[in-house]
């Protein structure tokens, strides 16, 4: 997992995080984990494949029948 250090946060701003992860039960670190998530990937965000299906729909869609090759592989030789 990636790591952000956030360097000349005031105290102010450091007190109300404190003060909102005791709210929510959590630590100041999970808070702010949580605030970050909400703010990056919001809950009504679109998604890309919603969206090609909504744009396609009106043309009646395709059915693939995929199927998974399973025959193992067989390992490379370097000699």
Same mark, same amino acid.
């Given at each position: 997992?990636?790591?952000?250090? #956030? ?11 404190? %003060?909102?992860?005791?709210?929510? $039960? ?19 965000? #679109?998604?890309? $494949? ?9 043309? $009646? $869609? #395709?059915? %693939? ?10 390992? %490379?030789?370097?000699?």
């Amino acid at each position: 997992m990636a790591a952000i250090t #956030v360097r000349n946060l005031s105290d102010d701003t450091h007190r109300a995080l404190r %003060l909102r992860a005791a709210e929510h $039960g959590r630590s100041t670190e999970a808070e702010i984990r949580a605030i970050l998530d909400d703010i990056a990937r919001p809950k009504d965000r #679109v998604k890309m $494949g919603d969206a090609l299906i909504e744009l396609f729909r009106p043309l $009646g $869609g #395709v059915d %693939l029948d995929i199927t998974r090759d399973r025959t193992p592989v067989e390992p %490379l030789s370097f000699e």
